[in-house]
């Protein structure tokens, strides 16, 4: 049985797919691209999908992940392009590996996100978090199936800032001449999840920042969190390293026979 990696995304109105819906979707691009899928056993058996820790719905995403278990070898790349082309424009397969290493759920450990905030001016942005990163402790209210829940937002968040628009280059969801500011944050993957919207509720708490429209979230990548540097690193390259020095390995050994 093989296992294949893929990152995905979540561009433009697909950001309002719930992952229920690119369940389905993702299904029938299987079926369209006729991969040899292997199935759970049982009286209604399933393809074999492992989903990682979907973002929620309405936020864009460049770093989704899950794994596919195959009953015959295919190559990750043109598998691929196969299943990009079965699905819709803006859920995109962008890059593919072999599974050959094990835990790749272990090291989705913490996401970066960019955050939008439309009418809200830099400076004020810039206070906010300030205020935020300076606060000891930010306790935000979510409501849950059990009711509120009250918890503190503020150890999850490894790095909060304000960035330059005009080096922005992703082109705008919502493109308006009105002010303004765009904040990037790096997250831990905690219990309970802390969320983008749990951030904008702390930012609110502590500097009363409240834009005037929904912000236009998108997480530009989700991996493993390197406590050094603050950064996150792509899941998916120890499994490139594993199969670099297989193939290293095998020529090696090849040369050596000859």
Known sequence: MQRIRLRYTK??????????????????????????????????????????????????????????????????????????ESLPAGLDVVDAVEARTSGLADRLTASVWELRLDG???????????????????EVQRMTKNG?????????????????LERHSDPADRPTDQPCAILRLVVRHVTPAVRPDDVLSGLRAVADLAPPVPAAVTRLAQGLLDEETGTVTDPLAPDREAATALVAGSAAAAKASA
């Open 148 to 164: 509120v829940r009250t918890f503190d937002a503020r150890p999850a968040v490894v790095n909060l800032e304000t960035r330059d």
């Open 120 to 138: 809200v001016s830099p400076e004020e942005a810039e206070r906010a978090v300030t205020a935020f990163n300076a606060a000891g402790a930010v």
């Open 11 to 84: 561009r433009g109105r697909l950001r309002f797919t719930s992952h229920r819906d690119f369940q389905r979707a993702f299904e029938r691009a299987l079926r369209r691209a006729e991969v040899p899928m292997a199935y759970s056993a049982g009286f209604t058996p399933h393809p074999k999908v492992s989903y990682a820790n979907a973002a929620p719905t309405g936020t864009g995403s460049e770093a989704e992940f899950l794994e596919i278990a195959l009953i015959e070898a295919r190559d990750p790349e043109q598998l691929r392009v196969l299943l990009d």
